[in-house]
Each structure stands twice: as structure tokens, then as C-alpha cells.
T-cell receptor, first 115, second 113 residues
Framework: AQKITQTQPGMFVQEKEAVTLDCTYD???????LFWYKQPSSGEMIFLIY??????QNATEGRYSLNFQKARKSANLVISASQLGDSAMYFC????????????FGTGTSLTVIP | GAVVSQHPSRVICKSGTSVKIECRSL??????MFWYRQFPKQSLMLMAT?????????EQGVEKDKFLINHASLTLSTLTVTSAHPEDSSFYIC?????????FGPGTRLTVL
């Protein structure tokens, strides 16, 4: 069974500092994709970054980077130079070849950026 | 990224009425769309997978007769909450796959009085 674990229900970070949001996953599939989404208070789910299981390099998208450690089955999201607008819920998700396009979501981490 | 719209964004209805929520992929074709339900401060709960031209696949515990899904075209899926009750009040959000990621609609907040 696929499983995504986010162990940090809430995180605080000072504005302009970097923050790491943890995500671990469990799968027996050799091929899978890992995703991070941001959900601000408005409710919309915003796609941030993607990492494929065969990707050799960590994914980066602007201030977002994914610290992918395959052997440890972790895919932590790093947000650099935090901004007040980064305050939101963050969800880690996984998709595998045997999930029928279905995504499995973690329980989320609530990030608050402190001015 | 790909754009998914959802309508209405907010609906308030009386108990016993039916509510239809539309999900559209605006700039791509989506053979598969997903419907989720989200309670406050919780993660997304997959309700069903909507397949164009065929019946939806419902997750365990989701009543297919209560949550009717129709995927009539490659750009439109609808979720109808039939005979809504206060316990159906929730945030409903749809998504579609474009390339690798799922792209989500802005969600519909349903309140049943």
C-alpha cells in the first residue's frame, strides 16, 4: 500500500529564513512521482514541485527545492527566503504506476511565516 | 500550469435539495478527473475517479447514489450531491491530470442548512 507521512502538523519560520517541511513515503513500486502542493486559506490547491523516482537531481522551482533521499524514502520541501505569503498548508503527495493515476496525500503541514 | 475551473465556488442550500458542482479543464483535455472532499484542517479525501465516457470509480464508503458523477466530455465533470443533508457540508474540490501533476479547481464550499 502507498503511504505518505507528514510528521509536522505546524511549523513557524521567520520571514526571509529557510524552512524544511518533512515528507516520508512508503511504496514498493520502483517508479513513482512525488509532489508538493500549497493550500492557502482560500482553499485552492497550488502545485509547487515534482520529483520523479528516477530523477538523478533534486527538483527546484524558484524558491522551492525538493530534498529527495531515495534510500530513506524522504522528499522534504525546502522553501528559501520565506515570505509572508508562504503561510499556508502544505501537502506532500505521491503517485505510482499501480495507483491508477490516483494521488496519495499526506496529512499536511501548516506553515506560518512570522514577520 | 493547466487551469481547472470549478463552479459554484460557494453554495448554501436547504436540507433535501440537490446541488450540482461543475469541474472544467480550460486549456487541456482530461480523460480522468478526481473529486475530493476536505474537512477543516484535514487532508483531501478522494471520493471518486471520474472517467470520460464511463462510470465513475468510487472509493470505499462513498455512496454512489448520493454523489452522482457524470463525465460527459473531455473537459467537464459534474458532481451532484443528491438530497443534501447538513453532514454533507464540506469543501469539495476537483482535479485533473495534465502531464504529471494533478491540477486542482478552486473548490466549492457547500453549506447545507
Amino acid at each position: 500500500a502507498q503511504k505518505i507521512t507528514q510528521t509536522q502538523p505546524g511549523m513557524f519560520v521567520q520571514e526571509k529564513e529557510a524552512v524544511t517541511l518533512d515528507c516520508t513515503y512508503d511504496t514498493s513500486d520502483p517508479s513513482y512521482g512525488l509532489f508538493w502542493y500549497k493550500q492557502p486559506s482560500s482553499g485552492e490547491m497550488i502545485f509547487l514541485i515534482y520529483q520523479g523516482s528516477y530523477d538523478q537531481q533534486n527538483a527546484t522551482e524558484g524558491r522551492y527545492s525538493l530534498n529527495f533521499q531515495k534510500a530513506r524514502k524522504s522528499a522534504n520541501l525546502v522553501i528559501s527566503a520565506s515570505q509572508l505569503g508562504d503561510s499556508a498548508m502544505y501537502f506532500c503527495a505521491m503517485r505510482g504506476p499501480n495507483t491508477g493515476n490516483q494521488f496519495y496525500f499526506g496529512t499536511g503541514t501548516s506553515l506560518t511565516v512570522i514577520p | 500550469g493547466a487551469v481547472v475551473s470549478q463552479h459554484p465556488s460557494r453554495v448554501i442550500c436547504k436540507s433535501g435539495t440537490s446541488v450540482k458542482i461543475e469541474c472544467r479543464s480550460l486549456d487541456f483535455q482530461a480523460t480522468t478527473m478526481f473529486w475530493y472532499r476536505q474537512f477543516p484542517k484535514q487532508s483531501l479525501m478522494l471520493m471518486a475517479t471520474s472517467n470520460e465516457g464511463s462510470k465513475a470509480t468510487y472509493e470505499q464508503g462513498v455512496e454512489k447514489d448520493k454523489f452522482l458523477i457524470n463525465h460527459a466530455s473531455l473537459t467537464l465533470s459534474t458532481l451532484t450531491v443528491t438530497s443534501a443533508h447538513p453532514e454533507d457540508s464540506s469543501f469539495y474540490i476537483c482535479s485533473a491530470i495534465a502531464g504529471g501533476p494533478q491540477f486542482f479547481g478552486p473548490g466549492t464550499r457547500l453549506t447545507v442548512l
